[in-house]
Each structure stands twice: as C-alpha cells, then as structure tokens.
C-alpha cells in the first residue's frame, strides 16, 4: 500500500479494504486490500486460482458473500446490490465475454443502459473499433473471438462507465488482436478512465499498468510500481513463473 502522502496528490477511486469472500462455504479471499486512483491502470496477477478474478467480482457483489469494505468514489458499497454498484460507474468485462449469439453486434452493443452522459457513442466506438463497423450486422455467433472481446470492452464503454474491471481480455487471442486491444486501452487510459486488469499475459500488462499487485491465496503478497519493475522483476519470477 502507498504511503498518506502519496495517496494524497491524487484523487482516489477504489479502495479495497479487509475484503473477505466465499463461494458457499468456499473462503476465497482472506482480507484483499488495495487502492487504485482515477486514471491509473492497475493489474491483479497471481498464479491459476489465486483469487484474481474473485477480487473483481466481489468489487460488484458477485460472490456468494462478502465482507470489509469496498470504497468507489469515497462512497461503501459493500452492502449495495450488483445493478447499484454499476450504476456508480462500474464496467466489467467477464472473462466469458457474454455476448448474445443471436443478437447482432450492434444490438450487443446497444443492449445494456447508459450509467451517465459521458459514455461513448456509436461513431466513436466504431472509430476505436473497426472491425466492429465493418460486423456490425453479423450476429454474435459468427464473431470471432477477437471481434467478441472487442464487443464486450466496447459494449462497457458505451455505458459511460468510468472504472472498468477487465478480466483475461487477451485469453486465446491471435497477438495482432492483442497489438490492437493494447492500443486502446493506451486510448482509454489517455481518456482518464480507471481500469482494473487481470492478465495472465504479463509482457501485454507490463508496459501498460501504473503498479501491479500480486494474489496468492487470496491476499495481495506484493506490490510494484512501474519504476520498480526492473528492479522487482525476480520477485515477480519467482511469484508468477514470467
């Protein structure tokens, strides 16, 4: 964790504190703390059932049960419903992308609500994703798995959330794909959102991430600025295998 004074010269937009959370009787997070400011990009890494991805979904209530505290914007939100929390400018984009087969890109992208005006329209979606343009009539089932990731980060961005949570988007992607989303999240990142990354692929998060905190069986075990990352850069190896 950084020290008062450095928190202070910066407005904070998720705070992390204690936080606990079970899966039935399953306890997969043993007091996670951490804090991102606005407009920084953070990455969660660790090793396969770390508590990664349990992290991002206990910040939106999407766990069996929880507890501690979650601070968005200075406001707890530990005790409010998933819909509430992302009504304060929460996105996230599921591992599973959740595209709707059936649907047409276009109505995948217009199907969730808008959370406040500052949310991206149509022809500046289409201007970062192109290939989205050019399938916007195809229906979800005939996307490539590219063009699926790309749906459902853009899919957040119209909503006009301003923390997004990403989870694995470069899983199983081609690496032209993974040049692509790189570019704009460097854009988003330029926009002044705040965007919270899981990714296993470490050379993609490293040059893109303002600090990273390493999971290990459910707690944060280290922290490293990007001007420390040369000189952690054995910790990580030996943390991660990278």
Known sequence: MRDASERGAAVEMLRVSKLHAFYGESHILHGIDFDVNRGELVTLLGRNGAGRTTTLKAILGLVGRRS??????????????????????VGYCPEERGIYASLSAEENLLLPPTVNSSGMSLDEIYEMFPNLSERRHSPGSRLSGGEQQMLAMARILRTGARLLLLDEITEGLAPVIVQTLGRVIT????????????????????????????????????TVRREELDAKMHVLQKLLGV
Do not use: C, W
Request: proline fraction near 3%; charged fraction near 25%.
């Open 68 to 89: 501690g505290s979650v601070m968005i914007n200075g406001r707890e939100v530990i005790g409010l419903p998933t819909h509430r929390i992302a009504h304060l400018g």
């Open 187 to 222: 854009k988003l990142k330029e926009k002044g959102l705040t965007i919270i990354m899981v990714e296993q692929n470490f050379r993609f998060a490293a040059p893109l991430a303002d600090r990273h905190y390493v999971i290990e069986h459910g707690r944060v075990v280290e």
